[in-house]
């Protein structure tokens, strides 16, 4: 890939993202956030580059969270969810920021020698074409970051940048364990210089890639099975691939972004999804402990609660128009007829339907909202009060990108598409395992947290046996359904891998429905930025949501089940 540095131009105008045809003064537009000429060291595009990735992820994450339910989506109908002017952001950051950082590094790294450099561009480079695969599908990217010489860039096939991702990596773990190399990066955010661990990461988004893959490549489960049985992927939490944010509220502001939006003065933006809370809270274990309340352990640490109760649940003073509208309400009949929740959740979980697209009531101190993993917010020890600047850890979560967890749920998959329905159990209890050692490790950042209420080891083995007994009982694909439901809830955080397993396997088939009976077809694939559809002359916008990722082969219509 060429890379053109136009004077004080560090952000190229790639993939039709940023100019008309009729812009003419092209050495004059200039990023005053970027890195500026007289700066440009590999160790300072590093750095951006670092935040940059984890930005991406967030972006991204989320609006994969929020279609599989993880978070509230508040759309009701699919094609109009996310519109392309919504995702211009995205798309120019992930251009325009990001990759172009990542060769405007390159060219000073390789003059440098500065390999190690390269290759940590190179994982986050891999990782992030992937991601775009798999939200748009066919997109710009060999002739991409070419800069002004070429506006209107001709798409690539996604299985061609999924093969060029697997290029990247390989080139990424030979330039890890190089012995001629000039310097090592000043900072190193995910792994502090630990080179064997980024290899390690390096084989396990191939594992990723493969997994995701499967359906369309016959050589994908064996190049699977391989990396497994060479041992050198991630398997610990120590490993996991992820970025720290911190406390700082101004410049920069370092915190966690859902901190930021959630922890104010007038307390809480976002609605937590209901689906999520219901299924954490609703108990699968009765070990008579009183002093711990819903059924997974990590619940407490996901979500805070701002209030005791939920107007119109069964353990409130009863409805309330003005701050829950719903609640005097009657339940659409589909909900009724599949038996799923409507508008409220005991305990005090307050949050929204799937597609629930209500007005905002004075609720902000009121509803639930993220608690101390991962954004860094507070423990939930019932005391029921609101949030505010400050509480909690104060913004020092983590943006978990990929988990030694999920490389256990990918194996879950993989094993039980491969027929093995006993190893799948082995890998999906070990990924719970895992996700609660990563997620109750949390509870000591919120330094005013009543940790007296946390979850014993006990209750942790308890529910693990728990679902393993569910997984023994359930009968056909209900024993994939338990494996999707637990791998979500793992996920939570960062929705990416989420919304690929629910295209790539339909489950869970049992999800809360959208609010509105019909919604139209589940999204396969993002619409096209405007920003780039409008711009460049050798893209037609897809007309529907429902066009397929190329690893996507399943039916066209009626999948997923849960719509």
């Known amino acids: 890939m060429k890379i053109f540095i136009k004077n004080v131009v560090l952000t190229l105008f790639s993939a039709g993202l940023v100019l008309s045809c009729e812009t003419t003064e092209l050495n004059l537009i200039t990023d005053p956030n970027a890195v500026s000429p007289e700066q440009a060291t590999p160790d300072f595009y590093l750095n951006r580059v670092q935040e940059e990735f984890a930005r991406f992820n967030d972006a991204f994450g989320t609006n994969g969270s929020e279609l599989t339910r993880m978070e509230s989506m508040q759309t009701r109908l699919y094609q109009q969810a996310y519109s392309p002017a919504g995702q211009d952001a995205e798309w120019q950051f992930a251009y325009s920021s990001m990759l172009t950082d990542i060769g405007a590094m390159n060219v000073l790294a390789t003059d440098a020698n500065f390999k190690r450099h390269i290759g940590m561009g190179q994982v986050m480079e891999a990782f992030t074409i992937v991601t775009l695969v798999d939200f748009y599908g066919d997109v710009p990217y060999s002739e991409a970051i070419g800069g002004i010489e070429n506006l ?140 711990y309340e819903g059924s997974d352990p990590r619940i407490r640490y996901y979500y805070y609660r701002q209030a005791e109760t939920t107007p119109g649940a ?164 209900e024993k994939l359904n338990l494996i999707a439901k637990e791998f979500f809830v793992s996920l939570f955080g960062n929705g990416i891998d989420a919304y690929n397993f629910y295209r790539r396997t339909g489950y869970p088939n049992d999800l809360q429905p959208n609010r509105e009976p019909n919604p139209g077809a589940f999204m396969r694939s993002f619409l096209y930025p405007s920003v780039y559809a409008n711009n460049n002359s050798n893209v037609t916008q897809k007309e529907t949501v429902t066009v397929k990722v190329f690893w996507d082969n399943n039916p066209d219509a009626g999948f997923p089940l849960s719509n």
């Open 152 to 291: 209107n860039p001709a798409v690539d096939s996604g299985a061609s940048i999924y093969e060029a991702a697997l290029g990247l990596l390989d080139a990424a773990k030979v330039n890890f364990t190089t012995t001629d190399n000039a310097a090592d990066p000043d900072n190193d955010y995910y792994y502090a210089g630990d080179w064997d661990t980024w290899v390690k990461l390096a084989n396990s988004i191939k594992l990723k890639i493969y997994a995701q893959s499967r359906l369309v490549d016959a050589g994908a489960v064996g190049a699977f099975n391989a990396i497994i049985t060479g041992g050198n992927y991630i398997t610990s939490v120590d490993e996991d691939f992820q970025f720290s944010w911190g406390t700082n509220v101004v410049n920069p502001d370092s915190r966690h972004p859902n901190y930021i939006d959630n922890y104010t003065p007038q307390g809480s933006d976002d609605y937590m999804s209901h689906w999520m809370m219901n299924y954490m809270d609703n108990s699968k274990v009765d070990n008579g402990d009183a002093t």
């Open 314 to 477: 069964v353990d409130s003073d009863g409805p309330n128009q003005q701050n829950l509208s719903c609640s005097v309400e009657p339940a659409p009949p589909h909900y009724v007829t599949g038996g799923f929740t409507f508008c409220y959740l005991p305990n005090g979980y307050w949050g929204r339907d799937h597609g629930d697209d209500d007005g905002t009531p004075p609720d902000g101190q009121l509803k639930t909202t993220y608690g101390v993993y991962p954004a860094g917010g507070e423990f939930d020890d019932s005391t029921f009060e609101s949030v505010d600047l400050g509480t909690g850890a104060g913004g020092a979560g983590i943006m978990p990108i990929f988990l030694a967890q999920t490389v256990d749920f990918l194996r879950a998959e993989i094993a039980y598409a491969s027929n093995d329905a006993a190893g799948a159990k082995i890998f999906l209890t070990s990924g719970i395992q895992k996700s609660m050692d990563k997620t109750l490790a949390f509870g000591e950042l919120d330094a005013d947290a009543d940790l007296s209420l946390a979850p014993s080891d006990d209750d942790v083995a308890d529910y693990i046996a728990e679902v393993d007994a569910l997984y023994d009982a359930a009968v056909g694909d």
